[in-house]
């Protein structure tokens, strides 16, 4: 139901953004739209989110100045531009989507629907 795309190699000070596309039904039923990442033995950690109409952007301490969150809507699709990357910004990432109506969303709990993660590599 969503499908992320965009991760790769990238030498640190570079940049990648992440695509993530949603069946139609899924992205209609978002609240809130969002990325997760998670490392080798850590666990999964809030990068961003935003709600539905684009007026609430919330992220990580660790990303925040360097990565962006956006939406197309007439795409279905929700983005990650991620630039001044580190190497410990090496992960998988998840798109995800929260489909219950709350004032915030940063939990990976909260989310309704999860894609299939993309790696990405930041070489120091």
């Known amino acids: 139901q969503l499908q992320a795309s965009g991760g790769g190699l990238v030498q640190a000070g570079g940049s990648l953004r992440l695509s993530c596309t949603a069946a139609e039904q899924t992205y209609m039923s978002a609240v809130f739209l969002g990325w997760f990442r998670q490392a080798p033995g850590k666990e999964r950690e809030f990068v961003a989110a935003?709600?539905?109409?684009?007026?609430?952007?919330s992220y990580g301490v660790s990303v925040k100045g360097r990565f962006t969150i956006s939406r197309a809507h007439a795409e279905k699709t929700i983005y990650l531009q991620m630039n001044s990357l580190k190497p410990e910004d090496t992960a998988v990432y998840f798109c995800?989507?929260?489909?219950?109506?709350?004032?915030?969303?940063?939990?990976?709990?909260?989310?309704?629907?999860w894609g299939q993660g993309t790696l990405v590599t930041v070489s120091s």
């Open positions: 995800a989507i929260d489909a219950s109506v709350r004032r915030t969303s940063t939990q990976p709990e909260s989310y309704d629907y």
């Open positions: 935003m709600n539905w109409r684009g007026d609430w952007k």
